[in-house]
C-alpha cells in the first residue's frame, strides 16, 4: 500500500470509530479484569477466614480454591468476550475501511 492509502484509512471515520469503539471496549474489559483482581486481593487482606472456609464440614476444600479458580477462568472469559467481538464487530468494520480505502 502506499501512502496516499495510509491517509485516506487513517482520516477515515470508519477507521477513528473502529479505534474509539475497540479502545473503549479494551478498557471497560480491562477495568472488570481489575475489579475483579482488587476484590480477591482485598478479600485475601480483610476476609482471609472466608477463603480458609471449608466449604461443607467434611470437605478439605475451602472457599478459597473455588474463587481462585473462577478468578482465572474469569480471565478466559473476558477474553473469549473480546476475540467474539473482535472477529465479528471490529472485523466488519475493519474490512470497510480497506474496501473503502482502495476505492
Same mark, same amino acid.
Given at each position: ?12 471515520? $470508519?477507521?477513528?470509530?473502529?479505534? $474509539? ?8 474489559? &480491562? ?9 480477591? =486481593? ?17 470437605? &478439605? =476444600? ?11 477462568? &474469569? ?8 476475540? $467474539? ?9 475493519? &474490512? ?8
Amino acid at each position: 500500500m502506499n501512502d496516499s492509502i495510509y491517509l485516506s484509512i487513517q482520516n477515515s471515520p $470508519r477507521f477513528k470509530e473502529l479505534v $474509539r469503539k475497540r479502545e473503549k471496549f479494551a478498557w471497560i474489559l &480491562s477495568a472488570i479484569m481489575l475489579g475483579l483482581y482488587s476484590g480477591f =486481593i482485598l478479600l485475601i487482606a480483610y476476609g482471609p477466614h472466608i477463603l480458609g472456609a471449608k466449604i461443607s464440614p467434611e470437605s &478439605s =476444600i475451602t472457599w478459597g480454591i473455588p474463587i481462585g479458580v473462577g478468578l482465572i477462568l &474469569s480471565a478466559f472469559i473476558l477474553t473469549a468476550i473480546y476475540v $467474539r467481538r473482535a472477529n465479528g464487530e471490529f472485523d466488519d468494520l475493519n &474490512s470497510a475501511i480497506l474496501k473503502e480505502a482502495q476505492q
